[in-house]
């Protein structure tokens, strides 16, 4: 190497090897830091207030070329598109109007069993601006955060059922951990017969799964499953997977079934946030079962 | 290994000599292409480009970056990647290390050559990210990220070819030829 000018003739430093385990020890450090205690958020959330702005920009070259591409869409396509659409709307107007009535005979249901209502739910609209460029994770970044009134581990739903949850809010964006996340979770229904486990996520894309399932609990493929709204997180009734398969104990005392989540889990470009109305009226209303069969999972 | 090498520099690279600007200027700039929108389909190929930079500059000029940038770069891919803090941190101090440990030899080669002797490091970065993070117990890992290596030791010679005309390297290169 060439020295550069200014460079002195001695040089009092500590050596490569020294500086080296220096910070080595200061990486792992941190990293043990980051990984059991949630302590550097203010160190993450500070570099990232530098990060994001810089990312909004350099995205926006993209956005445009991407309107320009759109603009060119064939009519053809347009015209499909639209019929689709239209059928689509209509699926979805008889669907709603089916939801009316249940909804209302629902409530008179609750009215009937005395059971608390559920505690409402704000809907907050959020485009996923970026998927979290890390390999052992499934999260994605949305364009809504705490000034929009998004806190930590409210439910992100779409169209057709759940996607996951916040678990971390800057500013303007937050980060939603996707069902699919190997160390999320929903609480959920069958809703065949009422059976309540536990889905969580595989680490994949597509599979979600039922760990330590009974062994002799009535679960078969094809089953469908709601959140069961007894975590006070989730809302009751929101669709969430459909079991695949079974598989038997072999190894196990628990049987452990697959799942294909119903949801668009990483899917679509918007999501829906449900932000709790008022989040000082929500005293955990627990939709208490009344103490059900002991041997029914939570 | 070029054998006519002078001791001192010599043409362009004495009147252009590499500087701090130049160095974060472009430390900053690869940072920014990490940070493009890339998509989805195709991320786990998109090679770590402040990586590059910093091996290209201890490289080329190891007083003036070195194991605090490497270090400083490391904490904002982190942030940036949203993995655990201190992950690419430690990857880039220890790729960093390596090359400084070897710089003499490598400074040697021209870019060409030294593809073959950065594989290891630029391979060895992401499987060192991949095996801390399978180590601290991330669950399952997806194995095509190593790809990001890969395709960061093919992208060395034309990137390092680029830099060395943008930064005022090369004119000396030519102004060697010409005088043999």
Partial sequence: MSPAPSAPLFIREMGLPARFSLYVLVC???????????????????LNAIIHPAQMVLAQPWEWLQNVGHFFVGHGELVAENTRLKQQQDILGAS????????KENAQLRALLALPPRPGFNTLTGEVIEAAP????????????????????????DAIGLVGQVTRVYAWTAEVTLLTDRDQGAPVQNLRNGLRSIVSGQGSDNQLEVRFLDMHADLQPGDLLYTSGIDGVYPAGVPVARVIKVEQPRHTPFARALCQPLGGVGKYRHVVILVPAE???KPTTKILAPAKSPGARP | MNMHK???????????????????????????LTLLPWSETYRWLVPDFTLMALLYWNIRAPRLAGLGA?????????????????????????????????????????????????????????????????AIGRGMVDWRWLAAGVVATLLWSPLAWLVDRITGRASAAVGQQASY
Avoid: M
Wanted: positive net charge.
């Fill in chain 1, 28 to 46: 792992l450090f941190l990293l043990a830091l980051d990984a059991r205690y949630s302590t550097l958020f203010g160190l993450r959330a500070g």
């Fill in chain 1, 96 to 103: 709603v109007r089916e939801h009316a009535a249940v909804a």
């Fill in chain 1, 134 to 157: 890390n390999p052992f994770t499934r999260k994605v970044i949305i364009n809504r955060g705490s000034s929009q009134g998004v806190v930590a581990g409210v439910p992100v739903v």
């Fill in chain 1, 279 to 281: 989040t000082a009226a």
């Fill in chain 2, 6 to 32: 002078p001791l001192l520099p010599q043409g362009a690279e004495l009147t252009h000599p590499p500087t701090r600007i130049k160095v974060y200027v472009s430390l900053i700039l690869a940072f920014a």
């Fill in chain 2, 70 to 134: 490497a270090f400083g770069f490391g904490l904002l891919s982190d942030v940036a990647r949203g993995v655990l803090i201190g992950l690419n941190a430690l990857a880039f101090c220890a790729a960093t290390f390596v090359v400084l440990l070897v710089q003499r030899r490598l400074a040697g080669f021209d870019a060409t050559r030294q593809t073959l002797q950065l594989a290891p490091i630029l391979l060895g970065k992401e499987l060192l990210v991949l095996a801390i993070g399978l």
